[in-house]
């Protein structure tokens, strides 16, 4: 500490529970500065996962069906994950067959561009399907 006084710095203890503790001689303004660009740029290193959603009644029609379809290929090149559900209003969960073949059928027409991660599935009222986007070569 003495040696810290002298030279006009602080004295930082850097790995308080190696043994002996691990201290440095720094000046400590300037210390904390540089530890929360390091954090920036680890926070800037991450990839920011987007999951865009995609709704589709059980009796779809078919231009609609195209219209979502061209939607999801344009997520997907973007490298968005997509969730794609049928959503069932009232008696139409007597449908839920319909639900999995539109769903299996918009799984299918996106293989080129995603593969599937999550096979389509019953939750409540919804049924889902989750899609992430192919690495590019």
Do not use: W
């Not at 059980?58 to 559900?85: I, N, S, V």
């Not at 839920?96 to 561009?113: I, M, P, S, T, W």
């Amino acid at each position: 500490m003495r040696i810290a006084d002298e030279m006009d710095l602080d004295l930082v203890e850097i790995s308080p529970t190696a043994q002996p503790p691990v201290c440095r001689i720094v000046d400590y303004s300037k210390f904390l500065y540089q530890l929360k660009k390091k954090e920036k740029e680890q926070k800037a290193k991450n990839v920011k996962v987007v999951i865009k959603e995609i709704r589709f009644g059980p009796q779809t029609d078919e231009h609609d069906y195209d219209f979502k379809l061209k939607h999801a290929k344009g997520f997907l090149q973007e490298g968005a994950k997509l969730k794609a559900y049928v959503f069932f209003k009232g008696r139409s969960i007597m449908f839920k067959e319909q639900g999995e073949v539109l769903l299996l059928r918009f799984a299918n027409d996106l293989e080129e561009y995603g593969k599937v991660d999550q096979m389509p599935q019953l939750e409540g009222k919804r049924m889902i399907i989750m899609l992430s986007p192919k690495k590019k070569k």
